[in-house]
């Protein structure tokens, strides 16, 4: 096994090169069970409902030709993204103790949780009827290629929760452009800044990949103006910045990306994904729970179709259906937001490593510091790769 290469001051490039051990080419079968969309969809057709705005994000390219890495169809009329969670003893697909990659701040049942119904949850669509999956194929099709998760540490969970015979790595940038964050383990900054027309300072460490899956999000959500800087360094005592709202910030950063993977990626050979936002849970009183609670204690899933979280940021959506669906460039969007606002039992609370001692307050409220931002491993993220090889290999 090829050891990850070490992170620099600015960036984390994380790789591994692994032989599958039959429990992960069990897991790799099930991943995947879930393979349907429409055949020659390059921007996937997301007509999504997002904290009571209805977002329509279609940009649907006819072609004939069969795109990168598609080995299949599905049926007709199924939205892979709506659906019910049901529960299923198989589950979980892997022991948390069978993957060495999974890191202690989202190993949940080593530190302690005690409870293990959120790991048996399986995400259903509506209209779907769900073939089986060929994992040799799958294998076969990656065996050789590069596979990138772009982004923050959201995004690193997601590539934790894959395990391939394929050269799959992480890439810290949590703004995607370049910021004052970049630093792959020392980047807690609340005054956070980007520099202006900058992907290419990470992009350099993109190219040559033949998939990528990108998102970005948490990190711009500071509730206050977003610093731009417009040259010079980010360590200068004086600098020339401007401030701009969070949107029009945000917007930035998505015009850069689709330029980049316009000018980068080859859609007759590459695959280009965009995750879309994943909700936290610091309210109970959103899904009728007390005030003054978060996800801490929750081992129930929220049963209320309707819900949506109200913290997540409506104008985000907008800027990405603004943005996303003016452009040609082929993004197939991943919409895991509904499924995994839901899911307030999945976090990771209390139950991870902490990054800094406990203080005697927070030891006799638990609800001061639970994480309910990240997810268990196993987990809901398991569902996010299902579905984004749904769109891969089932396009």
Not at 92 to 103: F, M, N
Request: net charge positive; charged share 25%; hydrophobic share 35%.
């Amino acid at each position: 096994m090829k050891s990850p290469p070490s992170s620099s001051p600015s960036s984390s490039l994380l790789l591994r090169k692994t032989r599958l051990s039959p429990f992960l080419f069990t897991l790799l079968a099930v991943i995947v069970f879930i393979a349907v969309i429409l055949y020659s969809e390059v921007f996937s057709q997301c007509d999504t409902k997002l904290y009571g705005l209805r977002v329509s994000i279609s940009r649907i390219i006819k072609n004939k030709e069969k795109l990168p890495f598609a080995i299949g169809e599905r049926e007709e009329g199924c939205d892979v993204f709506k659906g019910r969670w049901v529960w299923e003893k198989s589950r979980p697909l892997y022991g948390e103790y069978e993957c060495p990659y999974i890191q202690p701040q989202l190993t949940c049942q080593e530190h302690g949780r005690p409870d293990k119904d959120y790991l048996h949850w399986r995400w259903q669509p509506h209209a779907c009827s769900l073939p089986s999956f060929n994992a040799t194929l799958v294998l076969e099709s990656l065996r050789g290629k590069r596979m990138l998760f772009v982004g923050d540490s959201l995004n690193r969970g997601q590539f934790v929760s894959m395990d391939y015979n394929a050269k799959i790595e992480y890439y810290w940038a949590p703004f995607l452009l370049e910021s004052n964050a970049d630093d792959a383990v020392i980047h807690r900054i609340t005054d956070r800044i980007v520099r202006k027309g900058s992907i290419n300072k990470h992009g350099k460490n993109w190219k040559g990949a033949d998939i990528i899956v990108f998102n970005t999000y948490l990190w711009w959500m500071t509730g206050m103006p977003f610093k731009i800087l417009q040259k010079g360094s980010f360590k200068d005592d004086v600098k020339d910045m401007i401030e701009v709202s969070t949107e029009d910030a945000y917007r930035m950063a998505m015009k850069s990306m689709l330029r980049w993977v316009k000018r980068n990626m080859d859609p007759k050979k590459n695959r280009v994904f965009f995750t879309s936002m994943s909700p936290s849970h610091y309210k109970s009183i959103d899904w009728g729970g007390e005030p003054d609670k978060n996800c801490y204690n929750e081992t129930t899933k929220i049963e209320d179709p309707s819900y949506w979280e109200s913290d997540s940021s409506k104008s985000i959506m907008q800027v990405i259906r603004e943005v996303f669906s003016k452009s040609e460039v082929p993004i197939t969007f991943l919409n895991i937001t509904q499924l995994s606002s839901y899911r307030k039992d999945a976090h990771t609370s209390i139950y991870k490593k902490q990054w800094n001692p406990l203080t005697p307050e927070q030891v006799a409220n638990p609800v001061s510091y639970a994480d309910c931002t990240h997810w268990c491993l196993p987990g809901l993220q398991d569902t996010w790769n299902e579905l984004l090889f749904t769109k891969l290999f089932y396009p």
